[in-house]
Nanobody, 125 residues
Framework: QVQLVESGGGLVQAGGSLRLSCAASGRIFSIFSMGWFRQAPGKEREFVAARAWNGGATYPADSVKGRFTISRDNAKNMVYLQMTSLKPEDTAVYYC??????????????????WGQGTQVTVSS
């Protein structure tokens, strides 16, 4: 089992920045990929960014490329999502997710095995 806890959400004005954190615990050694997703009211869960747990490459969605950065601190078992130039359309509940199956870093939510409880990000115009 892997447990994930997000933090760092809040209310920010358009153009501002936030950093989300995801603390992983449990069977850390079984994690291959970590991802961030978001879900706005009335919309489907959307891929935001992902990376391999032990790799250097990152995979941001086109909608956030150049604005959001996923990073990790393996020593602390933490994954971060640095968000800059925030827009009202970035408003959503943000979730981190872990994949414990070997394979390419996926962007589909169904490919992830564990999820956090989510943290709300609200961007005001």
């Amino acid at each position: 089992q892997v447990q994930l806890v997000e933090s760092g959400g809040g209310l920010v004005q358009a153009g501002g920045s936030l950093r989300l954190s995801c603390a992983a615990s449990g069977r850390i050694f079984s994690i291959f990929s970590m991802g961030w997703f978001r879900q706005a009211p009335g919309k489907e869960r959307e891929f935001v960014a992902a990376r391999a747990w032990n790799g250097g490459a990152t995979y941001p969605a086109d909608s956030v490329k150049g604005r959001f950065t996923i990073s990790r601190d393996n020593a602390k078992n933490m994954v971060y999502l640095q968000m800059t130039s925030l827009k009202p359309e970035d408003t959503a509940v943000y979730y981190c997710a872990a994949r414990t199956r070997y394979g390419p870093v996926p962007s589909q939510s169904g490919e992830y095995d564990y999820w956090g409880q989510g943290t709300q990000v609200t961007v005001s115009s």
